[in-house]
Structures are given as C-alpha cells and as structure tokens.
C-alpha cells in the first residue's frame, strides 16, 4: 500500500512516497503502524511523536489529507498523505510545537476551592469533558486560535510568558468551562474563568459554524453554547 509522507527539515518540505507492508492480508492500518514501520525500515530519522501506554494520549496527532487525525485511531488508505498539523508550528517533520496552547492557559486555571462536602457530584457535562485527550483537533478551522498565526498576533498568557497563545481555542474554553462545572468551585471562581473565556476571544465563536473534536466530544452544545448563553446574560 503507497503513501505519501510529509517531510520538514531545516526549512524545507518533501513528500516522501512510501510503501506500507501489511502484516496479514486483510489488515487495516492505523497510521500510526504506517509511521512506525517507516521509521523502522526505510525512514530511521523519521520524526513524529505518540505516546501509547506513557499516558500521553493525544500527542500523536497528524493530519491526513489536511484533516488532523489521532494517529493510534485513524485508518489509513492507498494514495493517501500524512503531514503535520496545520494549525501549529512544525519543529521537524510531523513533529508541532504544542506548549504554546497550554501556556496561555497559565495563571488562568485554580484549583477549586476547599470544600468539606464531597459528596457533591458534577454534572454529566463535566464527565463528557473530562474525555479530553489534548490532540489539538479542535484547533482545524478555528478562527479564534487563527488570530494567533497572523503576522501582528500579540503575546499572550496573563504572567507575560510570550511562548502562550494570546488568543484561545475550543480546548482553552473547555479547560475554563470544567472550572466553571466543578461542583466545588466557587462562585467567584466560575465567574473568573468565564472573565478568562472572554479575554481570549469567546466572543469569535459568535460567528463561527462550529469546531469539532478529534473524541467526539460535543464541543459546541457542551463548551461554546452554554458560555455564550451565560456571558451574554442568559
């Protein structure tokens, strides 16, 4: 089985052509099998990231034909191409640059505050988030997180660290959105992380048609709606 895969070392792009040996006939590949067979045979520099059984879940996300795609899940198919994600800066390879995401979120999220009733259970919507493998998928077609890639963008996290995104993205709100979910939070909490939504651009997601997650989780009627609804004073 031919693929295509996407190479970026010291400033330039390639795409390398690349035969996929299936172990047993009928076998359906996940990416990742192709990656890692290619970096064992023909591509021993290959650089791309997983983190299967290090409890790293996420990490290994690439895009697959321009859509990203958590490679440890995703099948693969003749003719198709594996290159980084689009939506963050590429170190080598398939390899991106993550830290910037969750560096805008420092000095944004506290602990709950101490409570002595634990017997309180969050809601349902607080499990389904919980689900959350940071792969970053939502990050495709945001146009919140866009305003980080142009040219004039501004530094960003609230402690002046200008390595984190100033503006947010559908995973940034559903880290705040936790915040305001947890039962043992308070009030002043919940209203911080919502002050927190707006200043990385809630406001954006207003015109925007929608964000998905590479988890199926429902980011739009658990996350965005619901903050929207509360920050426009529903």
Not at 2 to 7: H, M, N
Not at 140 to 166: F, I, K, S, V
Not at 217 to 226: H, Q, S, T
């Amino acid at each position: 089985m031919k693929v295509e895969i996407e190479t970026h070392r010291d400033g330039e792009s390639a795409i390398v052509e690349y035969r996929y040996e299936r172990r047993e006939p009928n076998e359906k590949p996940m990416i990742l099998d192709v990656l890692l067979q290619a970096q064992a045979t023909t591509m021993p520099d290959l650089a791309f990231r997983y983190g299967c059984r290090a409890r790293n879940c996420g990490v290994c996300t690439v895009d697959l034909n321009g859509k990203p795609r958590v490679a440890c899940r995703a099948r693969i198919r003749e003719g198709d191409r594996i290159s980084p994600v689009n939506t963050l800066p590429v170190l080598a390879d398939l390899v991106v640059r993550r830290d910037g995401v969750a560096r805008q979120l420092r000095g944004r999220l506290t602990g709950a505050a101490p409570a002595n009733d634990f017997n309180q259970d969050p809601p349902e919507d607080y499990h389904e988030l919980t689900a959350c493998i940071e792969c970053y998928a939502c990050l495709q077609d945001c146009p919140m997180h866009a305003r980080n890639l142009t040219a004039d963008a501004e530094p960003g996290a609230p402690d002046g660290d200008t390595n984190g995104y100033r503006y947010g993205s559908p995973f940034s709100l559903l880290k705040l959105q936790l915040q305001r979910l947890d039962p043992l939070n308070t009030e002043a909490g919940r209203e911080q992380a919502l002050a927190h939504a707006r200043d990385l651009g809630l406001d954006t997601c207003k015109e925007c048609a929608g964000c998905k997650c590479g988890v199926g989780i429902d980011l739009m009627g658990k996350v965005v709606r619901p903050m929207l609804k509360v920050a426009d004073g529903g």
